[in-house]
């Protein structure tokens, strides 16, 4: 039973760069999501999928680019890395519905030097 | 849009002390309620939920109970142990515009718990 799982765990990066953060769930669950956690701010949405194909915008997606060709897989791309992006970043999926509850994978501290 | 308001933190109880974290919301419609627990270097998972008004969730000796007339939903324990010490976060979920639906999370609570 792999779940939810996401790498790398640690990324230093720096300024200007691209990265990607990749999240892959073995259940088939249909939505998932991409958080970031910082202090003072709990956590944050980015984007989430509703299917393979459909993404949506969250609470703060500017900087960051979103794919999901495959129902699996949700990797997050960071375009040209900023020092404001340092955070912790979460992949959650879910089966849908409101009552559902969200499985989150172990997070990638992300550092932007 | 919809938002949580949770009681700031750090909150430091000693062991077998009583707890309540404080959450509210605003919202339309008739969102679910949750509360999530992260402990140190983990992700988030599931600690209780309630769908609809006047249910209580419950789950390893925590509660909170769905108010829908005070768009409340406090956390407690009757009891705290040291293995309790983590952040939690109250979350409602709730259908966005497009009809898909989204959670949202109130910033977290860190306790710690002291022998």
């Known amino acids: ?113 | 849009g919809d938002s949580v308001t949770q009681m700031e933190g750090p909150v430091t109880l000693s062991e077998e002390a009583f707890l309540t974290i404080n959450c509210t919301y605003t919202a339309t419609g008739y969102p679910s309620l949750f509360w999530y627990v992260q402990y140190p270097g983990e992700g988030l998972q599931l600690l209780l939920k309630a769908t609809k008004a006047d249910d209580k969730g419950s789950n390893k000796g925590f509660e909170a109970t769905y108010r829908k007339e005070t768009t409340s939903f406090h956390l407690e324990k009757g009891s705290v142990q040291v293995s309790d010490s983590a952040v939690y976060f109250c979350a409602l979920s709730g259908y966005s515009g497009a009809g898909s639906y989204q959670l949202t999370f109130g910033k977290g609570t860190k306790l710690s718990v002291i022998p």
């Not at chain 1, 990607?20 to 944050?44: I, K, V």
């Not at chain 1, 900087?63 to 495959?70: L, N």
């Open chain 1, 1 to 113: 039973d792999a779940g939810i799982t996401q790498s790398p765990r640690y990324k230093i990066t720096e300024t200007g760069r691209q990265v990607t953060l990749m999240c892959h769930q073995t259940w088939s669950h249909s939505y998932m999501f991409w958080y970031r956690q910082d202090l003072g701010h709990g956590l944050r949405l980015i984007y989430y999928s509703a299917a393979a194909d459909i993404t949506d915008k969250g609470e703060v997606p500017d900087g960051y680019v979103v794919s999901r060709s495959k129902t699996e897989n949700f990797p997050l791309t960071l375009e040209s890395a900023t020092r404001s992006q340092t955070s912790v970043y979460f992949c959650a999926s879910s089966t849908g519905g409101t009552n559902e509850k969200l499985f989150f994978g172990s997070g990638t501290q992300l550092s932007v030097l």
